[in-house]
């Protein structure tokens, strides 16, 4: 994992930058690329540990959980819930949907504030 430093002017998670970031790694991993149950294991693996690297480098004293589920896509649907219990003023979490005509991936993005 690469070193960074905090930023300590800011206080909460900001969901939408993690939103973002999250959103690019899915793109990048994903787009353009049709359901593969043999890809699921590499495509998954490579989304998370994107996802995390890129919020690690906001240099930000946070304690990150990244989840990801790829599935085909069917008429059945897929539904997913999480619930947390912790301080709603300095965590937080950010949920991200994705699909394409083959697939659906959620990835969750859970950040606990590290307090020093």
């Known amino acids: 994992m690469e070193e960074y430093h905090r930023h300590c002017d800011e206080v ?4 939408d930058e993690a939103h973002n970031i999250v959103k690019e790694c899915i793109d990048g991993v994903l787009g353009g690329e049709d359901y ?10 490579s989304i998370v540990e994107q996802s995390l690297a890129h919020l690690v ?3 930000k004293a946070y304690k990150y959980i990244v989840t ?11 539904h997913t819930a999480s619930s947390c219990f912790w ?13 394409n005509r083959t697939m659906n991936c959620i990835v969750n993005v859970f950040a606990i504030a590290i307090v020093l």
């Open 12 to 15: 909460g998670f900001n969901a």
């Open 36 to 45: 593969n149950h043999n890809n699921i294991n590499q495509w998954t693996a």
């Open 57 to 59: 480098k906001l240099g």
């Open 68 to 78: 990801c589920a790829v599935v085909q896509r069917s008429a059945y649907g897929f």
């Open 87 to 99: 301080d709603t003023t300095s965590d937080g979490t950010c949920t991200v949907r994705w699909e």
